[in-house]
């Protein structure tokens, strides 16, 4: 068995446009910290050192992360969506699919098109529960500014048609899972169609899908199919979004 780890650590980024702090507390101010209610300090620890901690201030859409129903809007299917504490546990345990789209042959964007055309080129039919990871290569740039404006996003077409494939769970390995927002801003400023805007997000009012933004790695897995996806999100109360240590496991 092998264990493939698919996820960008949370950590600071000046390009990230949602900004992570991390307060790394050393074993000495520690020892302060954990002391001082009962009138003590350091040097009342073994060696003078007390225990370390980190304080973390950012999103829940920073590093690999898993978004909710909640996040695209407060109703889905017409009754209020559900955070990312209540979601079912098998969505985020079960065989996974890798679909190559580094190929930008398709477009900017990723369409049915594409996945049914990559799909029929690996001989691997979808079945309900699948979580499919779309690879585009973009994170290959990860910390860049490039990173964060330029890669190829899904559009609400292919997102509906895996959907209504019986996926649940669909993974990226860039930025975001729709278009850039340059890309969508500019589609909307010159339509005035507020369709352009987080389109897949969007959808995802009408019918219920978990989307993994920030995923690493997908080219390290072996093959395109026949293994697992462990992408437990991490427990926030009534969050739109947890992060999660993504893995593939093959055996
Ligand atoms: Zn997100």
Redesign the pocket.
């Known amino acids: 068995m092998r264990i493939i780890d698919l996820s960008l650590a949370i950590e600071p980024n000046e390009h990230d446009p949602m900004t992570t702090t991390i307060e790394w507390i050393d074993h000495g101010t520690g020892g302060d910290m954990l002391g001082r209610p009962a009138g003590l300090d350091r040097s009342a620890f073994p060696d003078s050192l007390g225990l370390s901690l980190e304080i973390v201030h950012t999103t829940?859409?920073v590093g690999t992360?898993?978004?909710a129903p909640a996040?695209y809007g407060p109703l889905c299917e017409g009754r209020p969506a559900r955070t990312i504490d209540e979601l079912p546990l098998e969505w985020f345990f079960a065989d996974g699919v890798v679909i190559d789209c580094r190929d930008p042959s398709f477009g900017d964007t990723i369409g049915p098109a594409e996945l049914e055309t990559k799909l029929a080129a690996i001989g691997h039919q979808l079945s309900p529960g699948e979580i499919v990871l779309l690879m585009t290569g973009a994170d290959r740039l990860w910390g860049t500014a490039e990173y964060f404006r330029k890669f190829r996003g899904v559009g609400r077409e292919g997102t509906a048609w895996l959907v209504e494939a019986g996926i649940r769970v669909i993974g990226i390995d860039t930025f975001?899972?729709d278009p850039p927002f340059e890309t969508m801003l500019a589609a909307y400023k010159a339509s005035g169609r507020r369709e352009f805007l987080w389109p897949s997000h969007i959808y995802g009012r009408e019918r219920e899908y978990c989307?993994i933004?920030?995923l690493a790695n997908l080219d390290a897995i072996p093959v395109p199919y026949g293994f697992k996806v462990v992408c437990f999100p991490i427990k926030v109360q009534r969050a739109?979004?947890g992060w999660s240590r993504v893995v593939a496991i093959v055996s």
């Open positions: 829940t859409h992360h898993v978004d996040h975001g899972f989307q933004e920030r739109g979004a």
